[in-house]
C-alpha cells in the first residue's frame, strides 16, 4: 500500500461518517445536540493537529502553550459573540447622521 492509498484510505474513514452526519442521514439526539461542533471538526481538527506536530518539534517550550492560548482565546470569543440586531440597526443610523454631517460640510462621497 501505497502512502497515498493509505491516507485516501484515512480519509475516507474520516468523511464517511462526518458526510452522513452533516448531512444528516445519520440523526441521533447526540448528533443533533452536537451539530455545530461536528460541522466544526475538520478544522478543528487542523488546527490541533498542526500545533500538536509543532508543540512536539519544539519540545513544549513557552511559545507552543502561548500559541495553545492564543487559538483557545479566538475561538471562544468567535464562538461565543451573539447576533444583535438592535446594535446594527443603531450603528446604521448613526452612520447616515454621520453621512449627512459630513454632506454638509461640502465632502463628496463616491456612491
Not at 513557552?62 to 487559538?71: A, D, E, P, V
Not at 440597526?89 to 454621520?98: F, P, T
Request: with cysteine; aromatic share 18%; net charge positive.
Amino acid at each position: 500500500m501505497t502512502n497515498l492509498m493509505r491516507w485516501l484510505m484515512y480519509l475516507g474513514l474520516f468523511l464517511v461518517p462526518y458526510l452522513s452526519i452533516c448531512l444528516r442521514f445519520v440523526e441521533t439526539s447526540f448528533t443533533n445536540r452536537h451539530f455545530l461542533e461536528f460541522q466544526l471538526l475538520p478544522i478543528i481538527a487542523v488546527i490541533l493537529f498542526g500545533v500538536s506536530q509543532w508543540c512536539f518539534m519544539k519540545f513544549f517550550n513557552n511559545r507552543c502553550f502561548f500559541q495553545l492560548y492564543s487559538i483557545y482565546a479566538v475561538l471562544s470569543g468567535v464562538m461565543s459573540v451573539k447576533d444583535c440586531p438592535e446594535a446594527s440597526k443603531e450603528l446604521s443610523e448613526q452612520i447616515q447622521e454621520a453621512r449627512k454631517d459630513l454632506i454638509s460640510k461640502g465632502f463628496k462621497f463616491r456612491d
